[in-house]
Nanobody, 126 residues
């Protein structure tokens, strides 16, 4: 059974940085895609980034590239989302998602994933 357990999140000020973590378990294949998307109140879900477990290749939303970085630590079965220079508009619930036995060659959309983490609130406020 695949499980995604998120940690991190909370309240930060504009300009701060924050790292979200996602520990993934249950996959039997090394060819998986782990991603992040977010949803702000009253807004549509926004895809952020994804990473291929097999080779670490990454894809980003153009609007977030440069401020957000996805990475992995295979020894911990963890994927991270480093968020820098946070803005008020980054306030949202952030979800870690996973797709099994697939390799991404582009940023996947949230509906293309099979598994979701529990979500974590990130609030940027002064």
């Amino acid at each position: 059974q695949v499980q995604l357990v998120q940690s991190g999140g909370g309240l930060v000020q504009p300009g701060d940085s924050m790292r979200l973590s996602c520990v993934v378990s249950g996959f039997t294949s090394d060819y998986n895609v782990i991603g992040w998307f977010r949803q702000a109140p009253g807004k549509e879900r926004e895809d952020i980034s994804c990473i291929n477990s097999s080779d670490g290749s990454t894809y980003y939303a153009d609007s977030l590239k440069g401020r957000f970085t996805i990475s992995r630590d295979n020894t911990k079965n963890a994927v991270y989302l480093q968020m820098n220079s946070l803005k008020f508009d980054d306030t949202a619930v952030y979800y870690c998602v996973a797709a099994g036995e697939v390799r991404a060659d582009r940023l996947l959309a949230w509906w293309e994933y099979d598994y979701w983490g529990q979500g974590t609130q990130v609030t940027v406020s002064s």
